[in-house]
């Protein structure tokens, strides 16, 4: 009876073990947080860049229709262009281009008062992602030392029950196995009438047959391996 009530005290250390285990490792290897900051720092990069591709192609259109503004009136004002048709032709594209350039610098200064914001943003969220990033290093580190320490008690956990497995009766052995499958309390005792294993206060006459048997029983409650104490 005592190897086998030791056995599942080791079993039930074993399991927090390694729950706790499993937990601190998934801890260790869980890089959401990161991960999502920097798809965020990924979209705002994309967001800027098209802006400063946009701005770069404005910029450029701009600075043509200037060049062809400065040129027109080059040729109207210098006496290139004569005809009275002609020239008022010029006036006309000259007047066109000046107005396609403002509408270029107003949307110019769309795209800069939208960028501003962005790159706010992205400095901010860069320097949430490099503390994050540190604090998780430092927090990993205290995981792992901890993990270690887990290891190593799982170790002593496994060799004891090897200990264990050797001096219990292969009958109990079996049917303790087979009952720690459905549920981690496979054994009880009876503390002052009660099952230690589903705290069910067990008939007077279940613990005489309980007190007098010579065989494996069962509480009828938890279907646990029950054993009688005093």
């Given amino acids: 009876m005592k190897s086998l009530i030791e056995l599942q005290s080791v079993d039930l250390l074993m399991d927090s073990c390694l ?3 499993s937990f601190i490792e998934n801890e260790i290897n869980d890089n959401s947080r990161l ?3 920097q798809t965020k720092i990924n979209q705002l990069k994309k967001n800027i860049d098209i ?21 027109l ?11 009275k048709k002609q020239s008022e032709a010029t006036v006309i594209e000259i007047d066109s281009l000046k107005s ?7 949307k110019s200064m769309q795209c800069i008062i939208k960028l501003e914001p962005y790159e706010n943003e992205l400095k901010n969220t860069s320097v949430i992602y490099e503390t ?3 604090q998780q290093n430092d927090s990993k580190t205290h995981l792992q030392n901890k993990l270690e320490n887990l290891y190593t008690k799982r170790t002593n956990l496994q060799e ?5 497995l050797k001096n219990v009766d292969k009958d109990y052995l079996e049917k303790y196995l087979t009952i720690r499958k459905r549920k981690p309390n496979a054994v009880g005792l009876t503390e002052k009438g009660v099952c230690s294993a589903c705290n069910v206060k067990l008939p007077t006459g279940e613990l005489n047959l309980l007190k007098e048997s010579s065989s494996i029983s069962y509480c009828k409650t938890c279907g646990s391996i029950i054993f009688y104490i005093s």
């Fill in 51 to 71: 802006l400063n591709k946009a701005l770069n192609q404005l910029n450029i259109s701009i600075e043509t229709n200037n060049n062809k503004v400065l040129a």
């Fill in 35 to 37: 991960e999502s900051i």
């Fill in 73 to 83: 009136e080059s040729r109207l004002y210098g006496g290139e262009i004569t005809n």
């Fill in 132 to 134: 994050t990033k540190t």
């Fill in 19 to 21: 729950k706790e285990i």
């Fill in 160 to 164: 004891e029950k090897s200990y264990l």
């Fill in 100 to 106: 396609q350039t403002t509408e270029y610098e107003e």
